[in-house]
Nanobody
Framework: QVQLVESGGGLVQPGGTLRLSCAAS????????MNWYRQAPGKERELVAT???????NYADSVKGRFTISRDNVKNTVYLQMKSLKPEDTAVYLC??????????WGQGTQVTVSS
């Protein structure tokens, strides 16, 4: 039914780039704000970026200027373009529509590892 599937993570060197995808199904994707979050070992889940149904965006200070969130409502997919990656960006990245009710279950996430 309702599903979120993140992909695109991997191992990248500092300064590198990566593009994450989150494919959504089972709800009216275009109607909802979508968020990207990340969770690193031993740390709380952190909101990284948000995009509204109208296309407005916001970013955590730690990623501002480096990450870009976008969405494709035809593909029911939200993206996170990451550049100038830093070791501190290492985390499992997850997407979720924060205002959907009932709440949408978390997907498996995609691992991003930034290391030389």
């Amino acid at each position: 039914q309702v599903q979120l599937v993140e992909s695109g993570g991997g191992l990248v060197q500092p300064g590198g780039t990566l593009r994450l995808s989150c494919a959504a199904s089972g709800f009216t994707f275009s109607s909802y704000t979508m968020n990207w979050y990340r969770q690193a070992p031993g740390k709380e889940r952190e909101l990284v970026a948000t995009i509204t149904s109208a296309g407005g965006t916001n970013y955590a200070d730690s990623v501002k200027g480096r990450f870009t969130i976008s969405r494709d409502n035809v593909k029911n997919t939200v993206y996170l373009q990451m550049k100038s990656l830093k070791p501190e960006d290492t985390a499992v990245y997850l997407c979720n529509p924060p205002y959907a009710r009932p709440r949408v279950a978390w997907g498996q996430g995609t691992q991003v590892t930034v290391s030389s």
